[in-house]
């Protein structure tokens, strides 16, 4: 017989084993659950949170009038397609569905096939579909015979630029707005200078999650409040800008040229009311232009430099009168040519011939290059006629940025003669605008201030932010109303007394000034000038009432080719001072741009 195998010892210790582990379990459940209570739960909500941004709506872009909308934001859809689910059948089924509303043919179809019948869990099909294909997308994914599986439609912003330009396939004013890449980030012109003020702030929202991901009903909380973009009201007037556009893309093909370029800009207060290039772009399809044709996004007016030629001739003068060594009336001997530096160089007349002996304002008028150099060299000794040439053309601005608000604008290129002296070669050359790099929004302000009465004042391009008007800035006075006054006749004795300039500049009824100037072109990667390719200028100005400037408009053609060449003659068939008529009287005669009774205003406040 069997001995008992149970005994009181042994259940006593079993039970107190499981007492000391049941109360073990208790006082750490305790801990956990009124201890740090609070602390789990706080990382449960951590654990089922998210965080995530609402878009700020992208402030818009108007014309000085406020009334023509130039770009604005508006909501469309993104395509994706998550097939990681969907049988073979249902695959081709939604990749034909989506091939035949987006109306795909080619590379483009062949992708969103393999694409759809990849078996991912998330790929993007297509951006910026149109109301009509985002409702045929859910019409072919509902019903009782869907025919599209695992599509996905996301809104997104996107940025649309409305108005035409003025050449088939642009939009009004591209190089001067730029563009909105995908990640809301102004490109190029306005909306980069301005991208802050009109991208807003997003509002960032946190909310719970339920355990497939969704958000949970009135969970969110703000933890950063944003606002929306501004609005912006350009000073250009749109009417004006088409014509200007229309104007010069008639250039381009006529003169065969690389670019054409023209600002036209008020002398008083900076505004500027018409601003192109062509080449332009459409700035709604700039993507297919980045991967294309990415220089097209490049400004010419504030982002490319050049050798000006003869239009600075006038800032010559600004620098031999203003230092009393030669008046308008001094006579001048041209022989068509000076031998300087020992012998060493020569500086010819484009025609390399001898004129009658004349004042120096005739000589500036004939674009001679003998005058404008012996003109300079009365400055003093070579070293003190280039410190004074130099810092002539600092004082109006040169060498500097404008601070015109667009994107990406250069300070050009001087050449300092207290760090490389210059020879009489380059003092030559700077008195008739060779050896130096300049824009063309640096001669319309230096020009500007020649016709104000001697104050520099900063471009500008945007005429109100939000409901705030933006206000003139001056960089003060840089010569005596008295020079400036002046120089303004010089530019009017321009196109008056040459037959040849007044043929193709003077407007019945009206006041003109300016200078041309022609300029060759040196290529870097041959070391040598250009083949007939020139820089063609017309900086100048136009008023209804004499002596009183009521725009100032710059005029380039970019690698122009002339078609009639002679010894001093480089003719085009629409030259540099024929677009600045076509432009000034397009903008003299646009609609409520200037008031009937303008008066001359004071200067604008000097900027701190």
């Known amino acids: 017989m069997l001995g008992r ?11 107190l084993a499981f007492i000391l582990v049941a109360g073990t379990l208790g006082v750490r459940l305790a801990y956990w659950q009124v201890t740090r209570r609070d602390e789990l739960a706080a990382m449960a909500v951590r654990e089922s949170s998210t965080t995530y941004s609402i878009a700020a709506q992208r402030g818009s872009i108007y014309d000085r009038t406020g009334t023509v909308l130039l770009a604005t934001s508006v909501s469309r859809d993104l395509l994706a397609v998550d097939s990681k689910d969907l049988t073979p059948g249902q695959q081709a089924s939604t990749a034909a569905t989506v091939v035949r509303i987006l109306g795909l043919t080619g590379d483009a179809a062949q992708l969103a096939t393999q694409l759809v019948t990849s078996g ?32 996905i439609l996301s809104p997104e912003e996107l940025r649309q ?35 802050s003020v009109l991208a807003g702030k997003d509002t960032v929202v946190a ?73 332009s ?12 044709n990415p220089g097209v996004f490049v400004d010419p007016i504030v982002s490319t430099v050049y050798e000006p030629g003869s239009v600075f001739k006038m800032m010559t003068a600004d620098a031999v009168i203003g230092a009393g060594v030669v008046k308008p009336t001094t006579m001048f001997n041209d022989p068509g040519h000076l031998v300087l530096d020992n012998g060493a160089t020569h500086v010819h007349d484009a025609n390399k011939q001898s004129m009658p002996r004349m004042t120096f304002a005739k000589g500036v008028a004939w674009s001679r290059n003998v005058v404008a150099t012996e003109a300079a060299m009365r400055l003093g000794t070579t070293a003190q006629a ?17 601070g015109i608000d667009v994107a990406n604008e250069v300070a050009g290129i ?8 210059w020879r009489q070669i380059d003092l030559a050359n700077a008195s008739f605008g060779q050896g130096m790099a300049v824009t063309p929004i640096q001669l319309a302000q230096a020009y500007a201030a020649m016709l104000n009465g001697g104050t520099l004042v900063q471009p500008r391009v945007v005429k109100s932010i939000g409901n705030q008007d933006t206000a003139a800035v001056s960089k003060g006075r840089v010569m005596t109303p008295q020079l400036a006054q002046t ?51 017309f900086i100048g100005y136009i008023a209804r009432k004499p002596g009183h400037p009521d725009l100032v408009v710059a005029v380039r053609i970019e690698e122009g080719r002339p078609t009639v060449i002679r010894q001093g003659e480089l003719e085009m068939p629409v030259m540099s001072f024929e677009l600045f008529r076509r432009i000034a009287h397009d903008a003299i005669t646009t609609p409520y741009l200037i008031p009937d009774t303008q008066q001359v205003p004071p200067p604008p406040q000097v900027a701190p």
């Open 5 to 15: 195998t149970d005994s009181r010892v042994r259940a006593l210790l079993i039970l």
């Open 120 to 151: 991912r869990p998330y790929a993007v099909l297509a951006h910026d579909l149109t109301p009509d294909q985002s409702d045929a997308i859910r019409a072919a994914s509902s019903g009782s015979s869907p025919t599209a599986f695992g599509l």
């Open 161 to 195: 630029y409305t108005q035409p330009g003025g050449a088939p396939g642009t939009t009004l004013a591209a190089q001067l707005l730029g563009f909105v890449n995908r990640a809301g980030q102004g490109q190029y012109g306005v909306e980069e200078y301005y991208q």
């Open 207 to 279: 909310a719970q999650q339920d355990g497939a991901g969704n958000l949970v009903p009135d969970t969110s909380t703000v933890l950063e409040q944003g606002y929306p973009g501004k609005d912006l009201e350009l000073t250009i007037d749109a009417s004006l800008q088409v014509a200007v556009e229309q104007e010069l893309l008639a250039a381009w093909i006529a003169d065969r040229a690389k670019r054409v370029s023209a600002v036209v800009m008020d002398p008083y207060d900076g505004e500027v009311y018409a601003y192109a290039s062509y080449p």
């Open 281 to 292: 772009y459409n700035a709604n399809d700039y993507m297919q232009l980045a991967n294309t």
């Open 386 to 402: 280039a410190r004074i040439l130099y810092n002539t053309w600092l004082t109006l601005g040169y060498g500097q940025k404008t």
């Open 414 to 421: 001087l050449h300092d003669p207290s760090v490389t002296p």
């Open 487 to 537: 120089l303004m006749q010089m530019m009017k004795e321009v196109v008056t007394s040459v037959p040849y300039y007044a043929s193709g500049t003077l407007i019945p009824g009206y006041e003109v000034g300016g200078k041309t100037g022609t300029a060759q072109i040196w290529d870097t990667a041959t070391n040598a000038w250009k083949v007939n390719l020139f820089n063609y200028s």
